[in-house]
Nanobody, 124 residues
Framework: QVQLVESGGGLVQPGGSLRLSCAAS????????MGWFRQAPGKEREFVAA????????YYADSVKGRLTISRDNAKNTVYLQMNSLKPEDTAAYYC?????????????????WGQGTQVTVSS
């Protein structure tokens, strides 16, 4: 049974930091591109960041570039999202996803498995 379990969300003040984790089980983790997406209330799910199967390539949405960093540890079957300089507009539920596309993708339809999400709220 495939499971992606996110953790690390919470309430943070503007300018603060959080580190999200996503632990995978039931898949050959190192053979999957991984991505992070987010969805705010009343909005479509949007791409945040993706990383290739080996971690050597990553890319970001323009809105988060320079503030958020995706990384992975294949020995631990875990992908991370380091979030710095957070803004109120970063408030959303954050989802990790696994894709058989080895470099990941900006398109949700290219992902085969999804986690349940973790809430990030940026507010003073």
């Amino acid at each position: 049974q495939v499971q992606l379990v996110e953790s690390g969300g919470g309430l943070v003040q503007p300018g603060g930091s959080l580190r999200l984790s996503c632990a995978a089980s039931g898949i050959g983790f190192s053979s999957y591109g991984m991505g992070w997406f987010r969805q705010a209330p009343g909005k479509e799910r949007e791409f945040v960041a993706a990383i290739s199967w080996g971690g050597g390539s990553s890319y970001y949405a323009d809105s988060v570039k320079g503030r958020l960093t995706i990384s992975r540890d294949n020995a631990k079957n875990t992908v991370y999202l380091q979030m710095n300089s957070l803004k109120p507009e970063d408030t959303a539920a954050y989802y990790c996803a696994a894709s058989r596309v080895l470099y990941g993708s900006r398109r949700p339809a290219d992902y085969n498995f999804w986690g349940q999400g973790t809430q990030v709220t940026v507010s003073s």
